[in-house]
T-cell receptor, first 115, second 117 residues
């Protein structure tokens, strides 16, 4: 079985400061990892994904994520937070060795960026 | 390219009724997945369709069903509605492939907010 843990329900950061949203995963095979963001009353927007290759993945809106196989983590980062980054962030994993595996989401982390 | 569209955006039903939600995927996408989002349970996978075939099913009762048409559009149906079915129902589409498409990115629609009274 595959699973995702987002240990923080909420992350608070001041505008201009760096932000990190944590994610750890568990899969039997190869992890394919995704980050999504959700604004109020909207669907999920894709930010970035890791499939293979460079452990540092760059995505939309200045976000990046670092894949760490030994720590089974895929933390989302941004060097300088904006108030408009305030939203709900989801990490998701898929097992790359399972032919028709589904996407499993974490519970989500609310990011609040204060002016 | 137009994104994933879902209709209706909002629905209010009473217990015991049934409801049908519709999803139109991004043009060229052949895989459609459905999720239920609630504050308590988060995002839970309902089912996935590829080329009109259900490929995966989540842990939901048989009252939840779906189908996919030849143009890749998908519908999900919930019969005998319960209060606990109140949720945001999200549809996501991806390119899909016969081999499984596990590296595909899923693109989400805005969701249908279902309220059961």
């Amino acid at each position: 079985a595959q699973s995702v843990a987002q240990p923080e329900d909420q992350v608070n950061v001041a505008e201009g400061n760096p932000l990190t949203v944590k994610c750890t995963y568990s899969v039997s095979g190869n992890p394919y990892l995704f980050w999504y963001v959700q604004y109020p009353n909207r669907g999920l927007q894709f930010l970035l994904k890791y499939i293979t290759g460079d452990n540092l993945v760059k995505g939309s809106y200045g976000f990046e994520a670092e894949f760490n196989k030994s720590q089974t983590s895929f933390h989302l980062k941004k060097p300088s937070a904006l108030v408009s980054d305030s939203a709900l962030y989801f990490c998701a994993v898929r097992d790359g060795w399972a032919g028709y595996s589904t996407l499993t989401f974490g519970k989500g982390t609310m990011l609040l960026v204060s002016p | 390219k137009a994104g994933v569209t879902q209709t209706p955006r909002y629905l209010i039903k009473t217990r015991g009724q049934q409801v049908t939600l519709s999803c139109s995927p991004i043009s060229g996408h052949r895989s459609v997945s459905w999720y239920q989002q609630t504050p308590g349970q988060g995002l839970q996978f309902l089912f996935e369709y590829f080329s009109e075939t259900q490929r995966n099913k989540g842990n939901f009762p048989g009252r939840f069903s779906g189908r996919q048409f030849s143009n890749s559009r998908s519908e999900m149906n919930v019969s005998t509605l319960e209060l606990g079915d109140s949720a945001l129902y999200l549809c996501a589409s991806s390119l899909g492939s016969a081999a499984g498409g596990t590296t595909d990115t899923q693109y989400f629609g805005p969701g249908t907010r279902l309220t059961v009274l």
